[in-house]
């Protein structure tokens, strides 16, 4: 079955710095999506990406769409202590397999002040 | 607009009983996906519902199992518990099928 591989597993950083993770899969995507999650909670979508290459910002992240669908990366610039949490990638495809979301393993940031 | 709403958020429940856990949709939402969270095995697709009819199914056992309203809303079951079904259960909503997924805050299961 589809796998993503998503790295670092974790990450401690210092306040202010910038953070780069990202998911590789075996097979293709049509949607790349990121989300964090904070503990007790349910995953809050970060961006969407929807064609390959594209490349999107949402404050302080960016987030971009590989060009072979296999794969995605997400960047933090300045981090803060709120950025501490959990982030997936979650792939989905389309045809029959639309509305199941395969996430990757999560990256574990921790930021020191 | 409200988010994905799901109830119960906590649950405890021995091994053997069944369990109905609810999910109403962000309004305007027609589908709604089913996740089950656990540290070992993260993030696994359970189901998929649009139109009251289940378009998608993970590889899990028939013990669980779902259902859709024409409300949207939708509930999932498990029957006969097993320890190993405690977990996070999440429930996402989006607004057609290939649209992006909104999640609930989860009802976290315990199995005793």
């Known amino acids: 079955g589809q796998q993503l591989n998503q790295s670092p597993q974790s990450m401690f950083i210092q306040e202010g710095e910038d953070v780069s993770m990202n998911c590789t899969s075996s097979?293709?995507?049509?949607?790349w999506l990121w989300y964090k999650q904070d503990p007790g909670e349910g995953p809050v979508l970060l961006i969407a990406?929807?064609?390959?290459?594209e490349l999107t910002s949402n404050g302080r992240l960016t987030a971009q769409f590989g060009i072979t669908r296999k794969d995605s990366f997400l960047n933090i610039s300045a981090s803060i202590p709120s950025d501490v949490g959990i982030y997936f990638c979650?792939?989905?495809?389309?045809?029959?397999?639309?509305?199941?979301?395969?996430f990757g393993k999560g990256t574990k940031l921790s930021v020191k002040p | 607009k409200a988010g994905v709403t799901q109830t119960p958020r906590y649950l405890i429940k021995t091994r053997g009983q069944q369990v109905t856990l609810s999910c109403s949709p962000i309004s305007g939402h027609r589908s709604v996906s089913w996740y089950q969270q656990t540290p070992g095995q993260g993030l696994q697709f359970l189901f998929e519902?649009?139109?009251?009819?289940?378009?998608n199914k993970g590889n899990f056992p028939g013990r669980f199992s779902g259902r859709q309203f024409s409300n949207s809303r939708s509930e999932m079951n498990v029957s006969t518990l097993e320890l190993g079904d405690s977990a996070l259960y999440l429930c996402?909503?989006?607004?057609?099928?290939?649209?992006?997924?909104?999640f609930g805050p989860g009802t976290r299961l315990t199995v005793t």
């Open positions: 996402a909503s989006s607004l057609n099928r290939d649209h992006e997924q909104y």
């Open positions: 519902y649009f139109s009251e009819t289940q378009r």
């Open positions: 097979s293709i995507f049509n949607t």
């Open positions: 979650a792939g989905q495809d389309s045809g029959g397999s639309q509305g199941n979301l395969i």
């Open positions: 990406l929807y064609k390959a290459g």
